[in-house]
């Protein structure tokens, strides 16, 4: 096994002890690398410290390392752990310094490279050994074939655009369990069809897949010269909104254009305005092309993997090409007891007399934690608001609609008072150690079948193999997971979890379970009983 130095301080990473599984995680991966695999898939248990261990490896194998994240948030983790690290972040972010009313997207060429924030950036990651940067900014700059950099030159002195030398050896994709939509997302086409009818241009209104590639062939010239126009009237006008909308729609044309005509990915979302999601069904098209690229090292890492098998195969990677390690919790298993506790098959044909017994059962749990928070996921706000209506908690329980879910949150935080937050929304993304006592899963959060592209990704299946519906348990089961990794966030937090819904026991007998998440799992009572 490969040695890993007995200090973290000794790869210049910010703590002076590893916690436990973290130097054999790193030895893990960098095995798996050596014995030939390209990708390493990495679950680890909230706690182990997983920002850690990739900065780790990096720092072992001595690759110039490259960490995708989802959130600003994680971003500046990964910064308070590797301190000489460069994010990038999208031309969006960073205001023209020629004109403050204008971003660098929507630049048509930097006339002051050195006075620009963005490009300022894109000439440190140039020397940087570490870069982070987030999932929709890596995957459109390779998407566009335009990740470039200007010559560092003083202003006026620029020779040129030249390519981004992107020499990285190993890619680290954090929240990897999202990895798959990200890539969907950044092939997806939105269209609006009023904007579209704006400049003369008729979508289709079908949901043949061919007939919107030919929609964007057949437009792709038309679009470029409008554009080109367009920004001939901004030099004079100095009004951008047009070459804004314009850009938008060239690139949503040249997207569809680009989709392959025998391509039987692609699925068509038409909403009776005459809107249109146009998107692959699955992510196995795109992910090497559009993620990974020719990075000969990526390691995929989330508290929330899910089945391996399932992962592979919607990112295109084959069952020879990954290692799996499932990492165990640092935290002590008796403060992480989650209760199988089948009260209720809940679903649509849920009756008010078996709501009013579920929420009876919530109440008394309530009870038994007089003096601490906690937390029910319902999985839709009608369940919520329907629970919360036969719920006898009174004033102890905080409810919110869409719109209010962070107002409800900050006043969860704020308050002394053992609150209880019934909600659709805090599955994950809420980390508040010490602060929850207990928490209820009050429905299986299925994805919905009302959504076309969920339903047909659900129905989806090759021979007979039936993956739609494996990868439909599978992205419910971890959403179980996640929701009961909301209270244990520290080695002194003590947390039960219940979980009521009656599918619980047939998903947990159809889809892949991490081992920290099994082993916690008991039996209160037989199905049926309150």
Known sequence: MTLVPNSPSELDLPVQEWRPQQQFAVASVIDAFDSGKRFVFLNGATGIGKSIIAAAVGRVLGDRTEYLTHTKQLQAQYLRTMRDATIITGKSNHRCGDRPDLTAEDCERCESPTECGYWKQMFDAEKAQELVTNYAYATRMIKNRHVRVLCSGAAGECGGCNPVSHNVGLLVCDEGHLAEQAVVDAVKV???????????????????????????????????????????????????????????????????????????????SLARSGDAEVRPLWGWNDAKPLLFGSIPKVILMSATLGDPKILARKLGIGPDEYQYLDLPSPFPLENRTIWRWPVLKVNARSTDLQLRGLAATIDNIAESFPNRKGIVHT????????????????????????????????????????????????????????????????????????????????????????????????????????????????????????????????????????????????????????
């Open 190 to 268: 939105e269209v609006k069809r009023q904007k579209m009818e704006k400049y003369g241009f008729r979508p289709p209104m079908t949901e043949d897949a061919e007939e919107w590639m030919l929609f964007g062939e057949d437009n792709v010239e038309r679009i470029s010269r409008l554009v080109g126009e367009a920004w001939s009237r901004f030099r004079i006008s100095g009004d951008m909104a047009e070459v804004r909308e314009l850009r938008a729609i060239s690139m949503k044309l040249n997207s569809l254009a680009g989709y392959g005509s025998d391509d039987d990915n692609i699925a068509v």
């Open 379 to 530: 999985a839709s706000h009608k369940l919520a608001q329907k629970l919360a209506g036969y719920s006898r908690m009174g004033k102890r329980l905080l409810v919110h609609g869409s719109r209010d879910r962070m107002e409800a949150l900050e006043r969860y935080k704020r308050s002394t008072e053992p609150l209880v937050l019934m909600s659709a929304s805090f599955t994950t993304g809420l980390d508040l150690p010490g602060l929850i006592g207990w928490q209820v899963v009050a429905k299986v959060p299925f994805g919905n079948l009302g959504d076309p592209i969920t339903k047909w990704r659900m129905q989806w299946g090759d021979d007979g193999d039936k993956f739609g519906s494996k990868n439909y348990a599978a992205e419910a089961m971890n959403t179980v997971v996640q929701a009961c990794g909301r209270g244990v966030r520290s080695m002194t937090d003590k947390c039960h979890t219940y979980i009521l819904d009656s599918n619980f026991n047939h998903l947990s007998h159809s889809a892949h379970m991490p081992e920290s998440f099994k082993e916690a799992l008991q039996w209160v009572k037989q199905e049926g009983g309150i």
